[in-house]
């Protein structure tokens, strides 16, 4: 397999001859004022440029939204992405999202597996943020709380784990138990809201994964392009290096990962 590391959660997925996108977040820099919710509300997002023009990113055979976020899914992929793509998504909400923005070959990923040109897919499951913390709070915003993770399994590939929008929690270890993946990403750059609970893996969370799952490459994503992140590459870097994680891997954006 290979991944690249676009631009927060935006990566492109080759794996078992099929390419995918997830979340494509394809705006200019600062296009996006910050999150009100969260710290550094004052600072426009994305933080960064894209590696690449959004033609080339485009270029996939498949894309996958774990949710509709802004910061997952915006115009800008809207105009880019071309309409007849296959598109996977987590709920039937979602998938009557896409559809209402003109896509119609929208499938829901099934956590029994779902099968796309020889890769099967598995819906998991995560807290994008502490449940009883943060779902009140999206619904008093109307924005929707629920995220998926994704497993990639192919015949000749290693298993792969994108567990997505969430913290360490309950579900992201059921799914480490239960897949046993040999490659995991993790949105690592612990977003924070403005009452200090942490929507996406910290620090903290890295290493349980880590501790949990002592023999899977580990890849953070998600890194220095929100607003309210609290965790960068460097943080990483440094945990890294004084703790000799090898299998602890921080891509930079336009970067390409072979495993």
């Not at 494509?24 to 004022?33: A, H, N």
């Not at 829901?108 to 943060?134: A, C, M, N, P």
Request: charged content about 30%; proline content about 4%.
């Amino acid at each position: 397999m290979k991944i690249t590391q676009i631009r927060n959660a935006t990566i492109i997925i080759e794996f078992g001859g099929t390419k995918f996108l997830v979340d494509p977040w394809l705006g200019p820099k600062d296009y996006m004022e910050g999150f009100e919710a969260g710290i550094n509300s004052h600072i426009k997002q994305p933080r960064v440029e894209l590696p690449f023009d959004t033609e080339k990113i485009a270029d996939v055979d498949a894309v996958i939204v774990t949710h509709v976020h802004p910061d997952h899914w915006d115009d800008y992929a809207k105009n880019a992405i071309d309409k007849n793509k296959k598109i996977f998504v987590q709920s039937e909400t979602d998938r009557e999202f896409m559809v209402s923005e003109g896509y119609e070959n929208v499938e829901i990923v099934s956590v029994d597996g779902t099968e796309f040109r020889g890769v099967k897919l598995f819906k998991t499951f995560g807290q994008h943020g502490k449940r009883e913390v943060v779902e009140p709070l999206c619904r008093q915003v109307n924005m929707p709380y629920d995220t998926m993770g994704v497993v990639f399994k192919a015949e000749g590939e290693k298993t792969l784990y994108l567990a997505g929008d969430t913290i360490w929690c309950r579900e992201v270890e059921d799914a480490l138990a239960k897949f046993n993946p040999d490659v995991v990403v993790v949105n690592a750059c612990g977003a924070t809201l403005v009452n200090g609970e942490h929507i996406i893996m910290n620090i903290d969370d890295v290493k349980e994964v880590l501790k949990k799952s002592p023999d899977s490459t580990v890849i953070a994503s998600h890194m220095d392009t929100v607003s309210h992140l609290s965790v960068t590459r460097a943080d990483l870097r440094k945990l890294k290096e004084e703790n000799n994680l090898k299998k602890l891997l921080i891509p930079e954006d336009g970067e390409t990962l072979t495993l």
